[in-house]
């Protein structure tokens, strides 16, 4: 039989949540970094736009317990359209959630306040959610239950590998051999060099030293430059301080040619964001970093999962043999004029392309 249900209420900051909502966010399903007090206190602080406005709906149950939090984002432009508190910084996404049918019920809850409350909502843009995961489909089936117009959409492919207790000479051994001869034959040429060293921090104490090196290599590399500068120093700083920072740093004469920020979360590794210096490009200084991070994380640190998170370049199937796929939920409102707009939109959107994918009849009959 379903819990019954408390009110829902919607908090608009992180710190007017109820101090219950902390113990909830720490034994919440949710096994990713990106769905904990800490993640979201680091995006809310240094990487959201001055338009954006995070928005907390909390269901709660009859003895005033949460057991449901949804983190959301509105523009102050458009405050009744809804999406994810997500943007580029984060891979990953879902409700916070109580264990079994009280987190569930909570979130129908919160779908419902925000389907029938007058003015509120006309949508919701929810994600990047694992297809393969159960949380892709209780969300979807609470907002199709609720009345709401739901398109799941491909976001993106997802590399990861679960290590079932391998070590790094095993894992090594069931590489292709393409990659295990490059760590081969630049690893000999690096070693050739002078002051070639390899450096894992960990420790809040780490942290000026870890930024540090994170920003002289993204400096010079050829990755664009961040849309919110004090995020990642911010994230750097988040994660020494929740034990989730494993920053490797391979240097060259003690200047960092190569940087990964790694993050540990229970039990499993993410790999983050990765940067080298090209002009060490020859000696292939990101692949051997990745290795030396790999070689920590399975014999040191007996991870249970390594998962590259963003994107299908395809040199991560190297890498991680696995693959899943993350999706976003489209859902409108149908209760109000906009939301029953913007369904016909995608309506539209949606039999427009498959008749030009199949190719739009002609107009008139062929003479």
Not at 75 to 104: F, I
Not at 151 to 165: A, D, H, S, V
Not at 277 to 292: H, K, Q, V
Request: aromatic share 10%; charged share 25%.
């Amino acid at each position: 039989m379903d819990a019954p249900m408390g009110r829902v209420r919607v908090f608009e900051s992180l710190a007017a949540l109820p101090e219950a909502c902390r113990a909830l966010f720490e034994q919440a399903e949710c096994r990713h970094p990106f769905c904990t007090w800490a993640w979201f206190e680091c995006l809310i602080a240094h990487g959201l736009n001055p338009d954006e406005a995070p928005r907390f709906p909390v269901a709660f149950d009859a003895g005033g317990q949460p057991v449901c939090v949804l983190p959301c984002l509105v523009s102050r432009a458009r405050p009744r359209r809804w999406r994810a508190l997500q943007n580029y910084y984060a891979p990953m996404y879902g409700p916070v959630m109580a264990a079994g049918s009280r987190g569930e019920e909570g979130l129908r809850a919160i779908v419902r306040h925000l389907r029938s409350t007058p003015g509120l909502c006309d949508g919701l843009d929810l994600g990047p959610l694992c297809l393969q995961g159960p949380m892709m489909g209780r969300v979807e089936q609470a907002l199709r239950d609720e009345g709401f117009f739901v398109k799941p959409y491909f976001r993106f492919g997802n590399r990861y590998l679960p290590t079932m207790g391998m070590d790094w000479v095993a894992y090594l051994a069931d590489r292709p051999g393409h990659l295990r001869s490059t760590l081969q034959r630049k690893g000999r040429r690096l070693r050739r060099l002078h002051g070639v060293a390899f450096h894992l921090y960990r420790q809040v104490d780490d942290v000026p030293v870890a930024v540090a090196a994170y920003e002289s290599v993204y400096a010079v590399s050829w990755k664009r430059p961040e849309p919110f500068p004090d995020f990642m120093p911010g994230l750097i700083h988040m994660a020494a301080r929740t034990g989730m920072l494993r920053l490797g740093v391979l240097t060259v004469e003690e200047a960092p040619v190569a940087v990964q920020l790694w993050l540990r979360h229970q039990g499993r590794a993410h790999i983050y964001k990765l940067a080298h210096d090209p002009r060490f490009e020859a000696f292939s200084p990101g692949t051997l970093l990745t290795a030396l991070m790999m070689e920590r994380m399975l014999d040191d640190e007996r991870v249970s999962e390594v998962d590259f998170l963003t994107g299908d370049d395809p040199y991560k199937a190297d890498w991680m043999p696995h693959r899943r796929e993350q999706w976003g939920i489209l859902a409108l409102n149908v209760r109000t004029w906009r939301g029953a707009l913007l369904m016909l939109r995608e309506l539209v959107a949606t039999w427009g392309g498959r008749l030009l994918r199949r190719g739009w009849p002609g107009r008139f009959p062929a003479s």
